[in-house]
């Protein structure tokens, strides 16, 4: 398949996307800062559309969200790094090491919300936690 035909196979899967109107992939961060496009229901607060840092977001006529579903490619090296949890999350996490793996028992506080590599995490109102699916990529 040309460039040309994935491109338009991807303005027109947008385009879709775009008008289903029950979209239930969303997204709580904004690329330009807002602390959040959504209350605590996950109906649309302000802004019509926004980009949560790779797919395109938007709000239908029932105030729900949608958002594109690009499989977004992040370059970066893969670091392991230490997460200090703040009052300011207030997620609560049970770690236990063994051998190269880390087993993590999360639950997190209503309304929050968080990044997961290239994926969006907010938290639902009975403390479950919800995550877009980006395929993220790491070269290097």
Not at 120 to 138: L, M
Request: with cysteine; charged share 20%.
């Amino acid at each position: 398949m040309g460039a040309w035909n994935k491109y338009l196979l991807v303005v027109i899967a947008s385009m879709l996307l775009h008008l289903y109107a029950g979209a239930n992939i969303r997204s709580k961060r904004s690329d330009n800062g807002a602390e959040s496009n959504l209350d605590s229901n996950g109906f649309c607060l302000t802004e019509k559309y926004w980009n949560d840092g790779c797919n395109d977001c938007f709000c239908v006529k029932n105030g729900r969200p949608g958002c594109t579903l690009r499989g977004c490619q992040q370059i970066h090296d893969t670091k392991i790094v230490t997460i200090q949890l703040t009052p300011e999350n207030e997620q609560t996490a049970k770690v236990k090491q063994s051998t190269n793996e880390t087993n993590v028992e999360a639950k997190c506080k209503p309304g929050s919300t968080w990044s997961e590599e290239c994926n969006t995490c907010w938290c639902g109102d009975s403390g479950q936690k919800y995550c877009t699916k980006i395929g993220c990529v790491n070269l290097g």
